[in-house]
């Protein structure tokens, strides 16, 4: 009874269903001495590698802020965190579409903050995509 307690309220996540993403919600970035010294970074840029996941789904939406694409992805068994990730290249033509995707996760050292708290951003490289059907 003090685990399922424990559990509802600091969101325990049931190994069965956890996609492994939900390792990304308490990820800290570690800049490099270059990458703090530059001033403008661009939004696709990732240079400290993170993971990389197979199957996961997610909506693609283009973000005005960092004007690019990205794929919000929840990670499952929370409530509390949302990935935000930043895609390389034009995918306008998925814009709205919920898909499962693979990828590598990079850090994003970016100036742009998520507005929303629970929201972490990477950058994802080798995108790779198909139907969440």
Do not use: W
Request: glycine share 12%; proline share 3%; with cysteine.
């Amino acid at each position: 009874m003090l685990f399922f307690i424990l559990c509802t309220a600091f969101t325990c996540e049931d190994p069965q269903q956890d996609n492994g993403i939900s390792k990304l919600c308490g990820h800290k970035n570690v800049r490099s001495e270059d990458a703090k010294a530059r001033t403008t970074v661009e939004a696709c840029e990732g240079e400290q590698f993170v993971d990389e996941f197979f199957g996961l789904t997610g909506k693609i939406q283009f973000n005005p802020e960092l004007e690019a694409f990205v794929v919000i992805t929840n990670a499952e068994g929370t409530f509390d965190c949302q990935i935000v990730g930043v895609l390389c290249g034009d995918y306008g033509d998925l814009v709205g579409q919920t898909l499962e995707y693979s990828g590598q996760f990079f850090e994003y050292h970016g100036a742009y903050a998520p507005p929303v708290g629970g929201q972490k951003i990477f950058v994802i490289k080798g995108f790779e995509y198909g139907d969440s059907n």
